[in-house]
């Protein structure tokens, strides 16, 4: 089992800027995939950037040139670092891991609780 703890949520004003952090505890021996993804109310999840465990990132077109996705690896941590901000970013933003665990055959998704971000206009 994987535990993810998200943290970095919060309010803020268009233009401004937000970090938020996920960390995965466990018997875990790597996290092929991490990602972010995001739920405004009344639609579907969406993606909003990934990493692989080599660092190579994807984006989601209302990410780019705004959003950057990292890890640590050694910390097993994702972060995710939003600047620009816009209301159309008001979301619970949820991380996204695959791991492969001790024990466990084959890779295993899990997700955060999630985090509220508010961009006021």
């Known amino acids: 089992q994987v535990q993810l703890v998200e943290s970095g949520g919060g309010l803020v004003q268009a233009g401004g800027s937000l970090g938020l952090s996920c960390t995965a505890s466990g018997t875990i021996i790597s996290l092929n995939f991490m990602g972010w993804y995001r739920q405004a109310p009344g639609k579907q999840r969406e993606l909003v950037a990934t990493i692989t465990q080599r660092g190579t990132t994807n984006y989601a077109d209302s990410a780019k040139g705004r959003f950057t996705i990292s890890r640590d690896n050694a910390k097993n941590t994702m972060y995710l670092q939003m600047n620009s901000l816009k209301p159309e970013d008001t979301a619970v933003y949820y991380c996204?891991?695959?791991?492969?665990?001790?024990?466990?055959?084959?890779?295993?998704?899990?997700w955060g609780q999630g985090t509220q971000v508010t961009v006021s206009s």
């Open positions: 996204n891991v695959g791991a492969v665990m001790a024990g466990v055959v084959g890779v295993q998704f899990y």
